[in-house]
T-cell receptor, first 111, second 113 residues
Framework: LAKTTQPISMDSYEGQEVNITCSHN???????ITWYQQFPSQGPRFIIQ???TKVTNEVASLFIPADRKSSTLSLPRVSLSDTAVYYC????????????FGTGTQLKVEL | DSGVTQTPKHLITATGQRVTLRCSPR?????VYWYQQSLDQGLQFLIQ???????AKGNILERFSAQQFPDLHSELNLSSLELGDSALYFC????????????FGQGTRLTVV
């Protein structure tokens, strides 16, 4: 099971781009990288998933280098409502996955 | 709305008691996951079921048990409750045995007094 490491916290201001990097040195060939967002007292919400290179959706972009040992979640022009905990997960394509969440990154966005 | 329904939303009970938390996954989702989140703590994976069968087990206490029924809803049973079991309990569902995009319920807040 690939362990992930990400910063405990980050601060930003409204309108800025935020990049949160996750390290997953032991990622396996069939693992995907998935990011979730969680607000206090709510269940996590899926943001984006990727295998390699770059993935973009209406909410974020995910950059994965060729060696796949890290990934970067990019949130463009954050607002106060983006203040949340962001989790990076490495998820195997096979069954029996524990969908294990690490400690996450607490992002605080200020005016 | 994620489509995952958890009941009850809140539960207050005394130490030593037994409770059952219920989760209805999204329509068509075969896999259900249970998590425990204590105050200011991360999400602790408890157990996963896929189409009625246990698939993966995490740090689930022996006092806790779960099952998934033929209609795919799942129940998490917590017995001999202790104060430390007070937490938010989430369930999530995915469309296959391999978690890709998981959908989480709003959780059940359990308070043990």
């Amino acid at each position: 099971l690939a362990k992930t490491t990400q910063p405990i916290s980050m601060d930003s201001y409204e309108g800025q781009e935020v990049n949160i990097t996750c390290s997953h040195n032991n990622i396996a060939t069939n693992d995907y990288i998935t990011w979730y967002q969680q607000f206090p007292s709510q269940g996590p919400r899926f943001i984006i998933q990727g295998y390699k290179t770059k993935v973009t959706n209406e909410v974020a972009s995910l950059f994965i280098p060729a060696d796949r040992k890290s990934s970067t979640l990019s949130l463009p022009r954050v607002s106060l409502s983006d203040t949340a905990v962001y989790y990076c997960l490495v998820v195997g394509a096979g069954g029996g996955n524990k969908l294990t969440f690490g400690t996450g990154t607490q992002l605080k966005v200020e005016l | 709305d994620s489509g995952v329904t958890q009941t009850p939303k809140h539960l207050i009970t005394a130490t030593g008691q037994r409770v059952t938390l219920r989760c209805s996954p999204r329509s068509g989702d075969l896999s259900v996951y249970w998590y425990q989140q204590s105050l200011d703590q991360g999400l602790q994976f408890l157990i996963q079921y896929y189409n009625g069968e246990e698939r993966a087990k995490g740090n689930i206490l022996e006092r806790f048990s779960a099952q998934q029924f033929p209609d795919l809803h799942s129940e998490l049973n917590l017995s001999s409750l202790e104060l430390g079991d007070s937490a938010l309990y989430f369930c999530a569902s995915t469309t296959s045995g391999s978690p890709t995009e998981a959908f989480f319920g709003q959780g059940t807040r359990l308070t043990v007094v």
